[in-house]
């Protein structure tokens, strides 16, 4: 029995991104208004949108944890005063960025940028381990020109072992 399993596991893990990923994903643009992102992902019920820019380059993704910021809201940095100066004991940038998204009316004041992306002929252990290591949920998925031509999500993985 473990031989079975030990070999259902090679071979699904010799499959590439190719095999697995969503073709011609959902994408937005950093204009897009937010609440229209939202519906999509509520009425397509996914967690997270490519964002491409005029000529389908990306630029960034949309997630439902970009988008807990509008529900949550921000709290202000703890800081103490000395002698006149006030002294932040977590980085205020990191505040200012959070409220953005909090703040934010389109997908690209709230999209994180420098999404995480894979290649289709990368093998799906290549592609788990870098969502393991990046502790993203999802892979937009490039071509060679930079476009991007499909996603790969966590639940496609699984999906993908379940089959073998």
């Known amino acids: 029995m473990p031989g079975n399993i030990k070999n259902g ?3 699904q893990m010799s499959k590439t991104v190719a095999d697995v990923m969503s ?3 959902i994408v937005v643009r950093a204009e897009t208004p937010l609440k229209e992102a939202i519906q999509i992902l509520a009425e ?3 967690s997270g949108l490519p964002v491409v820019d005029d000529v389908g380059q990306l630029v960034g993704i949309i997630s439902e944890t970009d988008l807990m910021w509008q529900e949550t809201g921000v709290t202000p940095p703890a800081y103490i005063m000395f002698l006149d100066s006030v002294i932040y004991l977590k980085n205020p940038a990191t505040y200012d960025r ?3 998204k909090a703040l934010g009316q389109t997908v690209g ?3 994180s940028k420098n ?3 894979i290649s289709p002929n990368k093998t799906l252990k290549e592609a788990a381990q870098m969502m393991h290591d990046r502790n993203v949920h999802r892979l937009p998925v490039l071509d ?3 476009q991007v031509v499909g996603i790969l999500t966590r639940g496609d993985v699984i999906r993908a072992m379940a089959a073998s």
Do not use: Q, S
């Open 9 to 11: 596991v090679c071979k």
């Open 23 to 25: 073709r011609d994903p």
């Open 44 to 46: 397509k019920r996914i």
């Open 98 to 100: 959070d409220l953005h």
């Open 109 to 111: 004041e709230v999209m």
């Open 115 to 117: 999404a995480v992306t």
């Open 144 to 146: 060679t020109e930079g």
